[in-house]
């Protein structure tokens, strides 16, 4: 049985409860019509039955009126995008079995599919005409046996023929593992449907396609170099025909350039990228260039976030942006006539990632106004609509029905030093629901992942679950986070976990001092980057009463080879890991194994690649040789995203509960 503080007893149905994890829905995607006039948006749901994230396009009118679906049924039914004149909307769906593309006629309501594609696409793009249609496909190659066995007679049952691998990257967490040998390509074709034409050609892969103003090039984004598998940080833009798919290259210097948007003149393209200096937190910035790839310049040189999402305004004279500042997700625009700071529009976009409270969230901008999804602690992604000047009206409450019966845990924000060097870090509180400031509370400290990644002033399910169920839940940013600027997430470059860890006992201390946290009812958990520092945090101090240590890294040695990625020993650590083992050894939890003696359970995906089922597995085997009270979850048929499945979110709170209760 899960614990509730005794104190706290408060009937189920006035909080959170784990089955009310497929009641939650959230809006995602927003895209206004090119008048301003309406919202399509991405209504995601939880499919009950079939233990699934689904999802259905829905319009309403800028003002709020009309709120009508467009889909329906227990499909995919997303990315939605409006031709440029309005009439017609595509958008991707499986309700065929398989992702294709279908069109809506606006004025009708006549839905067709237009693709019968062999693979699922991405990056739809329109042409500034509304005559063509831009995506991106993967592309599979020819696959040849190295070797056929001789002698097998007809109808016999052999063994399956052997996996021969020659890639760098040959594992991709979130997929079936084994990356399939091939490449994705940019195809066009037209808006009334067709044959796709491949436009570009190679062993390489391809994203993104953005339209020239006259439509007769793609801008696209692409790593071509004949190493390309071993700098996976460096794409160049180049110009593509759509006629005969002869390229330009655009760009060239180390480092990724990418997100291509072009100014309604067809003059310049806006795009994205940094100069790769080997940090291992590097500020993504806006740029400028002529079509002819001439004149770059910086725009955010002096804006100390990271921006993304590069929209242009219509009439040229400067772009929308998307950050994150001190947890919290913004919409922002620069001006090209005078300063090119970035001026604030808009508060609380996110809403997207409903598990934990990490930054997400999209917007889009026409005619003045922009639709973002908006969201605040107490409810994930909704449709909101705002114009330049930030005034903003809620379109949708998507969560009504079920947020209108419960009592949510309130969030405080809250500013502390650290105790390595007073620096000042951001953190939040959950309270319990109907919290009574005269009692004491059992407290969970939440680690989120990353490292370079931030929590914030968001929703989150697996939170509020604790929360309902009698702790305070504390969640901070401690150095190395996004959000914050570059200097402070390069606090822990070449140095994780270090200082971080100062950072987050201080903010338990912090919390403590506010005198209703029972001191003698400490828990600490985080997954992924947090399950490092949790595993880190018990190794250094015996103060909590119970860990759950969620998808670790536990040895960064054998992490680096056997994880999807094949770049954290350039960017995370100063070398190979046989040239610098001391280094290696001395951040890896494993090295402190010998002083645990806190409870600990280990929760993580069976099919995870990105953090290794082997690193959980080297953890646990090294707390059982030292009769360390521990145990290890495995989570059938998960990846690293153990949330993304409706009843492993609720597995994985049940887990966690029932582990912190039983201590």
């Known amino acids: 049985m899960a614990f509730l503080y005794c104190d706290q007893a408060i009937a189920q149905s006035d909080v959170l409860t784990l089955e009310n994890v497929f009641d939650l829905e959230y809006v995602s995607d927003t895209q206004i019509s090119p008048d301003g006039e309406q919202v399509v948006y991405q209504r995601n749901f939880m499919d009950i039955m079939e233990d699934q994230r689904r999802s259905n396009l829905w319009i309403v009118n800028a003002d709020g009126s009309r709120h009508r679906p467009l889909t329906s049924g227990n499909n995919n039914n997303f990315s939605a995008r409006w031709s440029p004149s309005g009439d017609r909307l595509l958008f991707a769906s499986t309700q065929s079995g398989s992702s294709e593309l279908y069109m809506r006629w606006m004025d009708t309501g006549e839905t067709a599919k237009i693709t019968n594609l062999t693979q699922s696409p991405g990056s739809i793009s329109w042409s500034p005409d509304g005559e063509y249609i831009a995506f991106t496909m993967f592309v599979p190659a020819s696959e040849k046996p190295m070797v056929s066995l001789p002698g097998k007679p007809n109808g016999a049952n052999w063994a399956d023929p052997a996996n021969v691998i020659d890639d760098l990257e040959y594992r991709r967490d979130g997929s079936s593992g084994f990356v399939k040998d091939g490449f994705t390509h940019v195809f066009v074709i037209p808006a009334e449907g067709g044959t796709p034409r491949q436009i570009t050609e190679g062993d390489y892969n391809h994203s993104s396609p953005e339209w020239t103003a006259d439509g007769k090039h793609l801008i696209i984004s692409s790593n071509r170099k004949e190493d390309w598998q071993y700098n996976e940080r460096d794409t160049e833009l180049y110009k593509v025909s759509v006629d005969n798919g002869e390229m330009t290259q655009l760009t060239d210097r180390r480092g990724p350039d990418y ?233 822990i470059d070449k140095n994780y976990p270090s200082e971080d860890h100062d950072d987050l006992m201080s903010g338990v201390d912090a919390v403590i001092d506010k005198g209703y946290v029972d001191t003698d009812s400490l828990y600490i958990t985080g997954g992924s980057g947090g399950g490092v520092l949790t595993a880190w945090a018990i190794g250094k101090t015996d103060r909590f009463n119970a860990a759950v240590v969620a998808k670790p890294v536990i040895n960064w040695y054998s992490f680096v080879l056997t994880s999807d990625g094949s770049s954290y020993h350039k960017y995370w650590f100063p070398g190979f890991p046989w040239e610098n083992r001391d280094h290696y050894m001395d951040r890896s939890p494993i090295s402190l194994a010998g002083n645990v003696t806190t409870p600990t359970m280990l929760l993580t995906g069976e099919q995870d690649y990105r953090t290794p089922m082997s690193e959980t597995e080297q953890y646990y085997t090294a707390l059982q040789l030292q009769k360390v009270e521990s145990a290890m979850v495995r989570i059938p048929g998960s990846g690293h995203g153990i949330a993304s499945r409706p009843s492993n979110l609720m597995s994985k709170v049940a887990h966690i509960l029932e582990w912190f209760g039983d201590h």
Do not use: C
Not at 366 to 395: C, E, F, S, W
């Open 259 to 491: 997100g291509a948007t072009v100014s309604p003149d067809g003059e310049q393209v806006a795009y994205l990228g940094y100069d790769d200096n080997m940090d291992s937190y590097q500020l993504s910035n806006a740029y400028l260039m002529n079509m002819d790839g001439s004149r770059k310049r910086t725009l955010t040189n002096d804006f100390d976030r990271s921006v993304s999402n590069l929209q242009w305004a219509e009439d040229g004279n400067g772009l929308y942006v998307q950050y994150d500042d001190e947890g919290n997700g913004k919409v922002g625009f620069i001006s090209l006539n005078g300063s090119s700071n970035v001026q604030k529009i808009l508060d609380d976009r996110g809403g997207t990632t409903i598990g934990r409270p990490y930054g997400s969230g999209s917007y889009s901008a026409a005619n003045g106004q922009i639709a973002y999804t908006y969201a605040t602690p107490y409810h994930p992604g909704d449709v909101a609509v705002a114009d330049r000047d930030g005034d903003m009206k809620r379109l949708t409450h998507v969560n009504e029905d079920l947020f209108g019966h419960k009592t949510l845990g309130e969030v405080e924000e809250i500013w502390y030093e650290s105790s390595h060097d007073g620096e000042q870090i951001q953190g939040w509180i959950i309270k319990p629901p109907n919290f009574d400031p005269d009692k004491e509370y059992p407290m969970i400290l939440e680690i989120h992942g990353g490292p370079h990644t931030n929590y914030g002033d968001r929703f989150t399910a697996e939170l509020q679950l604790m929360a309902a169920q009698g702790y305070v839940v504390v969640y901070t940013n401690p150095r190395g986070s996004t959000s914050y600027g570059k200097a402070f997430g390069n606090y």
